[in-house]
């Protein structure tokens, strides 16, 4: 097992011999897997576990072929496909030809399709070949070359059966299907059972699956708490995992719960053990190794006079700072990152998205260093942003960015973050490559950071501006926030080249461009960081 970061590489496992293989250079939030290797979806396809770069933006697999759907078409038997040149938009495939729906039809004549005039008297039956046994598509299927009737319109295979999707299941390993009786719309499967999402979960269970209350400890993802009881201690392998007790468990989604090294000062006698716990801190709270739902501040407080919690420790507000659940001493000009404290004001400390990054260590100079989500870019990498998503991408000469996504610029257009299949043969098409991506204000140097901009919330957006209401004016280095009269109009005379942006939520802006802040969760947090960053008293 290969350690990786999900933010720069894609690990992908083999279903039937469980090998995994990690592809570097490409975010697991844009791609796929086809068989051990990653590939981007929107450029790529994977045809018979193979990667092939697309034709077209629509384009579809023959066997181990990509073709364009609106040029060509794929016709042929299952295992001897073949791609033709489609003739119009009204041919389809009759065997290994095609025909035209406007004056011919595809008929089963001695077992095999052929091509005949539509005033034939075959024309009247929508036929095609099952295997060696021709059959009416509209009222039958053919699943795994046997001919059955179709139960309802919307019937699809189960194995060598056909069932009707809105009322039946069709569940089990893939050698040995069944068919099941829907139970209702929220039931699905697990294993040769189904059940019901609601109330229920499906679970590994001694590597089998098993029906489980959505409150059983195979749910503690999903519930608050999963209590780890001492046994030998694993090798955390997965991707960003790390120990907990006994258990491994995903840091950026939960937290573990540990007793302090002291005097227990648990408040519910029996309920406190020295097993760690992993918690969600979203539903629930540590107290020295008890995890308790969160209560109101009064009914959760039990500390001394001044003291404050900070995960499983204590912390004095006055000398200290918390950072996720860690204290630090605090000094001038102290800031969370993550975890971690850092002088705000060090050009050569860099916070990306929770991860702190030392500059002199690796030989990045301070104004230069750029963030994508919590790495640092290179000059071989372009970051794509739209209003949730950070990517790196390996650069690429005709690629372009559309908001969190890096497009083929043979392939498809770009217009104001979203993305459009270029035009047709025939029509005139541009060489010029339109990016649309909204920026961080992470990323500006300390000079434009500083200086004026404005700070509002999208009223609406037109194709040559964008309305802003509550703007406020800021000056960082002068520590000036100022109201301006609203409706605030920007101006966007290429608005193709501006981000997508969403009615109601707040962005920066200055004249020409519009930012957002990925490293802060509210319009405060990020005022506080600009002013305690560029304020030279």
């Not at 999707?165 to 040769?192: A, F, V, W, Y």
């Not at 025939?426 to 339109?434: D, E, F, N, P, T």
């Amino acid at each position: 097992m290969q350690a990786f970061n999900p933010e720069e590489a894609t690990c992908c496992k083999d279903g039937y011999t469980n090998d995994t293989a990690v592809t570097e250079g490409l975010s697991e939030k844009v791609s796929a897997c086809c068989g051990l290797k990653a590939y981007d979806q929107l450029n790529f396809m994977c045809c018979n576990s193979t990667i092939l770069a697309k034709p077209a933006p629509n384009a579809k697999c023959c066997d181990n072929d990509a073709y364009d759907e609106d040029k060509q078409m794929c016709c042929g038997p299952m295992e001897n496909k073949t791609i033709l040149t489609r003739n119009s938009s009204d041919h389809r495939c009759c065997g290994r030809d095609q025909f035209d729906l406007k004056t011919e039809c595809c008929c089963v004549m001695n077992d095999s399709l052929k091509i005949q005039p539509i005033t034939s008297s075959c024309c009247g039956k929508e036929s095609a070949v099952c295997g060696t046994e021709a059959y009416n598509t509209s009222n039958e299927l053919c699943c795994q070359s046997t001919v059955v009737s179709k139960p309802a319109s919307n019937a699809k295979c189960c194995a060598e059966n056909a069932y009707d999707e809105d009322k039946q299941m069709c569940c089990g390993p893939m050698e040995n299907k069944t068919i099941l009786t829907r139970n209702s719309s929220d039931h699905r499967c697990c294993g040769r059972d189904q059940f019901d999402l609601k109330t229920e979960r499906c679970c590994v269970m001694n590597d089998s699956l098993k029906i489980q209350p959505i409150t059983s400890s195979c749910c503690a993802k999903e519930s608050g708490v999963q209590q780890q009881k001492p046994t030998p201690q694993p090798n955390c392998t997965e991707p960003n995992t790390t120990l907990c007790g006994s258990a491994c468990y995903n840091p950026s989604s939960f937290r573990c719960c540990e007793k302090n090294q002291g005097k227990s000062q648990c408040r519910f006698p029996g309920q406190c053990d020295d097993a760690s716990t992993v918690y969600n801190p979203c539903t629930h709270v540590c107290w020295d190794g008890f995890v308790s739902e969160w209560k109101s501040w009064i009914e959760q407080f039990h500390v001394s006079h001044g003291q404050h919690c900070c995960g499983t420790e204590v912390y004095w507000p006055r000398t200290e700072i918390c950072c996720d659940g860690h204290r630090h001493a605090k000094k001038e000009n102290t800031h969370c990152c993550g975890g971690k404290a850092y002088n705000i004001k060090d050009p050569q400390m860099k916070c990306c998205a929770g991860t702190l990054h030392k500059l002199t260590l690796l030989c990045r100079p301070g104004h230069d260093a750029q963030c994508c989500g919590s790495v640092l870019q290179t000059p071989h990498n372009v970051c794509c942003s739209s209003e949730d998503k950070e990517v790196l991408y390996s650069a690429k000469t005709g690629f372009g960015c559309c908001g969190h996504l890096y497009y083929n610029a043979s392939l498809w257009s770009c217009c104001a973050g979203k993305l459009s299949p270029v035009p047709k043969v025939g029509q005139h098409q541009s060489v010029m490559i339109k990016e649309s991506r909204l920026l961080s204000v992470n990323n500006l140097n300390e000079t434009d950071l500083c200086d004026e901009m404005q700070i509002g919330t999208v009223e609406s957006v037109s194709p040559d501006s964008i309305v802003f209401s509550n703007v406020l004016k800021i000056h960082g280095r002068n520590a000036m926030v100022k109201p301006l009269a609203s409706p605030h109009i920007l101006e966007t005379p290429d608005r193709c080249s501006s981000p997508k942006l969403i009615p109601g939520n707040s962005y920066f802006f200055d004249e020409v461009k519009v930012f957002t802040d990925f490293n802060h969760n509210s319009i405060l947090q990020s005022l506080y960081f600009i002013l305690s960053k560029c304020y030279r008293p």
